[in-house]
């Protein structure tokens, strides 16, 4: 199956510091990726929807300017946590979908492993 | 109101046995996909199996089935012959196009599997 790695696999910062986190696809392009968050013992949350080339579009409830997402090439999508603190920690999960092939599932998502953010 | 609900926030299952997660959800569209996740401990997601709307057949994925009853809009998952190594989280999701753009899922809350020897 298709590669979606993520970097780094977790982060400890101090409080008021910023954390980039990096989503690639390694064997497909990807117009379109997503960026999920998930509390200990949660569900997954989706956060934004990234596009390639263009803006990013936010779920409700999700800070724009505190959560920022560019997405500069079909491999690559990155979410930065501005000015991050206690409550923004938590696991953070890229998926990146990949086009859908003859007779396979389309727009199959495919899951990165993701990053442990922990604020201090 | 929540789009995917998953009833059973924790089973227990003796090894080898069959086993069923059930998921209920909500759409007004006519075009859908619904899936099953599994998450171990680890925290990654690894697909298990796919249903869309529009497929007649309830899907199957070596020894996972889907029973997917469209009228009753419920998808539960069925793990044939459990394995240790079945204990994890289980989530269904669902993903609902709009505006012919690719969609994010929208996730239930899961339920924890555990196998017992």
């Known amino acids: 199956g298709a590669v979606v790695s993520q970097h780094p696999s977790w982060v400890i910062c101090k409080s008021g510091t910023s954390v980039k986190i990096e989503c690639r696809s390694l064997d497909f392009q990807a117009t379109t990726m997503f960026w999920y968050r998930q509390f200990p013992k949660q569900s997954l949350m989706l956060m934004a929807t990234?596009?390639?080339?263009?803006?990013?579009?936010?779920e409700q409830g999700v800070e724009k300017d505190k959560f920022l997402i560019n997405h500069a090439s079909l491999t690559l999508s990155t979410l930065t946590v501005t000015s991050a603190h206690p409550e923004d920690s938590s696991f953070y999960i890229c998926?990146?979908?990949?086009?859908?092939?003859?007779?396979?599932?389309?727009?199959?998502?495919?899951f990165g492993p993701g990053t442990r953010l922990t604020v201090l | 109101a929540q789009k995917i609900t998953q009833t059973q926030p924790g089973m227990f299952v003796q090894e080898k046995e069959a086993v069923t997660l059930d998921c209920t959800y909500d759409t007004s569209d006519q075009s859908y996909g619904l899936f099953w996740y599994k998450q171990p401990s680890s925290g990654e997601m690894i697909f298990l199996i796919y249903?869309?709307?529009?497929?007649?057949q309830n899907a199957t994925e070596g020894r996972y089935s889907l029973n997917f009853q469209k009228a009753r809009k419920s998808a539960n998952l069925v793990i044939s012959a459990s394995q240790l190594g079945d204990s994890a989280m289980y989530f269904c999701a669902m993903r609902e196009p709009s505006g012919g753009g690719a969609d994010g899922l929208t996730f239930g809350k899961g339920t924890h599997l555990i196998i017992q020897p």
């Open positions: 998926s990146a979908i990949r086009p859908g092939l003859a007779g396979g599932r389309v727009n199959e998502q495919f």
């Open positions: 990234s596009n390639e080339g263009s803006k990013a579009t936010y």
């Open positions: 249903q869309g709307s529009y497929d007649e």
